[in-house]
């Protein structure tokens, strides 16, 4: 279990990246599902289920499957969602093998002179002992999840 008063002061992972694209467009690309599709996850991995209702209480809805085939679900509800400026969601994960936790996200999205500066963070609320390897990787993969979406905004 997690030290939420920890938590409270310190995000597990932090993200920023800038954008050369519009917010609109990059705000797109965070909600639209069919957009979101194309650069959620990491290198080589592609999504055969993307759902987003992005809306408070709407569901997120991703299946992630690895280039060999085995397939990540996530469940994602949330929880805060300003258009152009804010989406907040609380995401569980569940795997064989005992690896089970979950994340609080906050990602903002500013305008600065026609580009689009990111701020991802992520905090862990839950995790169990077998989901240190998932989450050791968390920062790598979303890092490549940002290349995904630069080259999909560049186009």
Not at 59 to 65: A, E, G, K, L, N
Request: glycine share 8%; net charge neutral.
């Amino acid at each position: 279990m997690v030290d939420k008063a920890r938590k409270a002061n310190r995000a597990d992972m932090t993200i920023v990246r800038t954008f050369d694209a519009p917010r609109e467009l990059v705000w797109k690309a965070w909600t639209d599902p069919k957009r979101l599709a194309q650069w959620f996850g990491p290198k080589g991995f592609t999504n055969p289920v993307c759902e987003a209702d992005a809306r408070p209480s709407g569901v997120m809805r991703i299946t992630m499957q690895a280039p060999n085939g085995t397939q990540y679900p996530m469940t994602a509800i949330y929880a805060e969602v300003v258009p152009l400026e804010r989406l907040v969601w609380n995401t569980s994960v569940e795997q064989g093998g005992g690896v089970s936790f979950d994340i609080h996200q906050v990602t903002t999205f500013v305008e600065r002179d026609g580009k689009t500066e990111v701020t991802l963070q992520a905090f862990i609320t839950r995790a169990t002992p077998e989901a240190a390897g998932a989450l050791s990787g968390m920062e790598e993969g979303w890092s490549m999840s940002l290349d995904k979406l630069e080259a999909l905004l560049a186009r």
